[in-house]
């Protein structure tokens, strides 16, 4: 696997986080899922818990609300109802 993956995390009142990342790990109704670059595109919705972020040997984890996520040619993004960084 090359390359990387565009990732967009939005929340109604702003972007949260854009980037390109090595993997996206998220709560999805009907299980956790994983994403990484050139994944087959598919909608799902979201429901409560966490994004983990891997970029390299980092994490990063959001915490959301819900809402969907879209992956397509171009990479993923996660539209959140709420969505804020888990910085413990």
């Not at 090359?2 to 702003?14: I, M, Y």
């Not at 390299?56 to 809402?67: H, L, P, Q, S």
Request: no cysteine; aromatic share 8%; charged share 25%.
């Amino acid at each position: 696997m090359t390359g990387k993956l565009n990732f967009s995390l939005v929340a109604p009142e702003r972007e949260i986080f854009a980037g390109q990342v090595d993997q996206v790990d998220a709560p999805g109704v009907e299980g956790d899922f994983g994403v990484l670059p050139g994944h087959a595109p598919f909608m799902t919705t979201l429901r409560e818990g966490v994004i983990t972020i891997y970029e390299g040997n980092a994490r990063r984890r959001f915490d959301v609300k819900g809402g969907f996520a879209d992956v397509n040619g171009e990479g993923l993004t996660i539209l959140a109802e709420e969505a804020s960084e888990i910085t413990a």
